[in-house]
């Protein structure tokens, strides 16, 4: 399986059997996946140099916190803790997103970080819009401490990353 295919699965998994179908859509699914593959290609679930883990490159105070805190996320994240038998406490959660068995219970963190934004998900095919999904839930660091020319390479990189993300969720 390549690297997408694996991703694509975890979120298969997860909207099958970790999240109540509200929460799945094909919106969903394609901004799930491509902020994965900007996150770590679905190669590595700790972080080079820096705290994030799971595929989706989370921190323990950052959008562990956030989830487990928010009004709009903190009964599903709960719930969904419980079906992975993780109790629902950052450090728990954080140490559960280094592992293989923590794939799908870090997909759902992501997809409640989604479900936290008071923006829309994007329309299926708004590049741009996706894009600024991104930026503004998972604020990643080179981004925002990164001079211009980091800042277009890591917008490029966003451009391939969603169009794979696209491409494998219409199959």
């Given at each position: 399986m390549s690297p997408i295919q694996t991703g694509a699965a975890i979120v298969?998994?997860?909207m099958a059997h970790l999240l109540p179908?509200?929460?799945d859509s094909t919106a969903a699914r394609v901004q799930i996946l491509?902020?994965?593959y900007q996150e770590s290609k679905f190669l590595t679930r700790q972080q080079q140099?820096?705290?994030?883990r799971s595929f989706w490159q989370m921190e323990q105070g950052g959008g562990i916190h956030g989830v487990l805190t928010s009004p709009a996320t903190k009964a599903y994240a709960?719930?969904?803790?419980?079906?992975c038998a993780v109790a629902a406490v950052?450090?728990?959660?954080y140490a559960a997103f280094a592992?293989?068995?923590g794939d799908r219970l870090a997909c759902a963190f992501a997809r409640l970080i989604l479900w936290a934004d008071a923006n829309p998900l994007p329309a299926i095919g708004d590049e741009e819009a996706a894009w600024q999904c991104y930026l503004r839930n998972w604020r990643p660091g080179a981004?925002?401490?990164?001079d211009q020319a980091k800042r277009d390479e890591l917008r490029l990189t966003w451009s391939v990353s969603y169009r794979i993300a696209l491409a494998t969720v219409q199959g």
């Open positions: 298969e998994q997860t179908s509200k929460f491509a902020n994965g140099g820096g705290p994030a709960r719930a969904v803790c419980g079906l950052e450090s728990d959660v592992l293989p068995q981004y925002a401490r990164g």
